[in-house]
């Protein structure tokens, strides 16, 4: 049982340094727990911030310690009512091989009805961050021009597609190269996209939305979040996701110079966590699984094999190696 320890908490840039991967004993289960083998681990954005020490919404992952992370395993032993060698679980305890879970932390998963990686993304945590940040937080009406950054990422993509589905009369993504820009536009249906790469990014999305944006769905911060207030129509929203763009800052970013015009606009901006919006899962479920399902909805995730490559999977979303979910298989 190998399994990822946080040895010294990152200064920027994560480091191979900063981490182990250490040989540990496969853990018995206690009475009320299952023993899981882990099949899929997710690497998310989030991570970066429990390895340090701040003070935030989870507490840090504590300094030579296992990691944790979403995870889709498979029972191998159960000590717990209700679930049997065989079954399928989605759990918290990431970054190893085996876990132990307690039973009211494992959510068993059907492998017939999805892909099991697709509830770590498309019918998992990303996509519901996606459908509470868009329909809720940035109270998406049909009509409504949309903006989404990480437009190719796991969350962006299903915003945009959403977004679409729902009579959006036009959907804007950004993402950080060609490749992934081409996707959007020919695989996802969005109607205009831009590398961010390429050049400011106020200019580009005036250029890709001449009329305004009413809704932006942030998942970068910095001169996306300006150049989308720049653009805010009256009565737009912002979401704010995320703000990758300076989750290995080691100074504060600056804020968007042009927050005046959420005046004139009557503009709103407002943060959301995904985990206090969980009672739309089911809603979420029934409407999005059927567009997986046909394909109307489309996905793709970045798998990396093996649990010596889960910190080199991690890394890779912060650079933006991954296409669409980065899932880590066992
Ligand atoms: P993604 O699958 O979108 O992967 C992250 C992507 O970010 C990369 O692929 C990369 O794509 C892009 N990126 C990296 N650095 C930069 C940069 N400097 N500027 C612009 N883009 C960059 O991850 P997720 O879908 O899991 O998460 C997306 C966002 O949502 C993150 O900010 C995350 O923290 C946030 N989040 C928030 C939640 C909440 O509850 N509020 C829940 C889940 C996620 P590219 O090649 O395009 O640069």
């Given amino acids: 049982n190998r399994e990822w320890h946080l040895l010294s908490r990152p200064v920027g840039w994560p480091k191979p340094e900063d981490f182990a ?23 998310d954005p989030y991570m970066r911030g429990r390895m340090s020490a701040a003070k935030s919404y989870v507490a840090p992952f504590e300094l030579g310690k296992v990691m944790q992370g979403g995870a889709v395993g498979e029972v191998v032993a159960s000590d717990a009512e209700g679930f049997e060698p065989g079954d399928h679980v989605l ?12 039973a009211q932390h494992a959510v068993k998963v059907d492998p017939d009805a999805a892909p099991l990686s697709t509830y770590l993304g498309v019918l998992g945590m990303t996509g519901l961050t996606a459908y509470a940040g868009l329909l809720r937080t940035a109270s998406f009406k049909e009509g409504d021009a949309v903006f989404v950054s990480g437009a190719a990422g796991a969350v962006g ?9 729902k009579g959006a009369s036009r959907v804007i993504g950004s993402a950080g190269s060609e490749e992934k820009v081409k996707l959007l536009v ?8 831009f590398n961010y790469k390429d050049g400011p990014v106020g ?8 009329d305004g944006i009413d809704v932006y769905f942030d998942n970068v911060g910095g001169d996306h979040l300006e150049a989308a207030i720049g653009s805010l129509n ?12 300076v989750y290995n800052n080691t100074e504060p970013a600056p804020g968007p110079k042009n927050l005046a015009r959420l005046i004139q606009t009557r503009g709103r901006i407002e943060g959301f966590l995904v985990g206090d919006h969980y009672d739309l899962q089911p809603q979420f479920v029934q409407e999005v699984g059927p567009w997986v399902a046909s394909g109307a909805l489309k996905y793709r995730e ?16 912060l650079r933006g190696d991954n296409t669409g979910k980065m899932i880590v298989k066992l």
Avoid: K
């Fill in 157 to 165: 993509s299903q915003v945009g597609q959403i977004a679409r589905l």
């Fill in 186 to 193: 020919e695989e996802y249906g969005f109607d205009a996209a």
């Fill in 234 to 245: 009256e009565g737009g929203r912002i979401a704010v996701c995320g703000m990758i763009s």
């Fill in 91 to 102: 759990h918290f305890l990431g970054w190893r091989e085996y876990a132990a879970v307690s």
């Fill in 203 to 210: 200019e580009q999305l005036r250029a890709a939305a001449p």
């Fill in 302 to 317: 970045t798998v990396v094999e093996g649990i010596e490559n889960n910190l080199e999977a991690f890394l890779g979303v």
């Fill in 21 to 43: 991967l250490v040989e540990a004993e496969v853990p018995t289960p206690r009475e009320g727990q299952v023993l899981v083998r882990n099949l899929y681990l997710s690497v």
